[in-house]
């Protein structure tokens, strides 16, 4: 079945590095893809999509590209904050008959920026 | 506002006891969601609901029920078959069978056995 990958964490960083998350994903077809954030006591917020090949979702100074040929949709972000300190979840929606639309996730990717 | 609300935020449970998560959203939604967290795990589906008076069993549902009576509301009933309940629970919504549809997520419920 569909599934997403993505890179253990936690990752710490200081504030102004750069930030790279892995995502890969395997699916039938093609779906649409999704970097949601939890902070913490929270629940999810979505964070960016892309629905098709080579989109490129952006939001906050993050951005991924959903990459076909890779299967991958790394989330990216030039220069973190104490602020994006959170758990980061990539996600796709499941087109299998009756679940349609479903979101099945990676296991999160733990954030912490220091100051 | 719009969006989704999950009540109690913490939730304390003995051991043989039922209880029951509100989920409520005023999206106008068909589509709503159960989700178990647990650290390290990620989030996992319990039950799913795509329309009024059906509902699905997702990848956990053995010790849970859910009912779907009303289009605004998903109650969550964790029951004492579910060997081990302690966890974050996330409730969410989204339009149904569109793929390229963000879910929207409550606050969660923390639910402790003690």
């Known amino acids: 079945g569909d599934s997403v990958t993505q890179m253990e964490g936690p990752v710490t960083l200081s504030e102004e590095a750069f930030l790279t998350i892995n995502c890969t994903y395997t699916a039938t077809g093609y779906p649409s893809l999704f970097w949601y954030v939890q902070y913490p006591g929270e629940g999810l917020q979505l964070l960016l999509k892309a629905t098709k090949a080579d989109d490129k979702g952006s939001n906050k100074g993050f951005e991924a590209t959903y990459r076909k040929e890779t299967t991958s949709f790394h989330l990216e972000k030039g220069s973190v904050q104490v602020s994006d300190s959170a758990v980061y979840f990539c996600a796709l929606s499941d087109r299998n008959g009756g679940s349609q639309g479903n979101l099945i996730f990676g296991k999160g990717t733990k954030l912490s920026v220091k100051p | 506002d719009g969006g989704i609300t999950q009540s109690p935020k913490y939730l304390f449970r003995k051991e043989g006891q039922n209880v029951t998560l509100s989920c409520e959203q005023n999206?106008?939604?068909?589509?709503m969601y159960w989700y178990r967290q647990d650290p390290g795990q990620g989030l996992r589906l319990i039950y799913y609901s795509q329309i009024v008076n059906d509902f699905q069993k997702g990848d956990i549902a053995e010790g849970y029920s859910v009912s779907r009576e009303k289009k605004e509301s998903f109650p969550l009933t964790v029951t004492s078959a579910q060997k081990n309940p302690t966890a974050f629970y996330l409730c969410?919504?989204?339009?149904?069978?569109?793929?390229?549809?963000?879910?929207?997520f409550g606050q969660g419920t923390r639910l402790t056995v003690v």
């Open positions: 969410a919504s989204s339009i149904a069978g569109q793929l390229n549809t963000e879910a929207f």
């Open positions: 999206l106008n939604h068909d589509a």
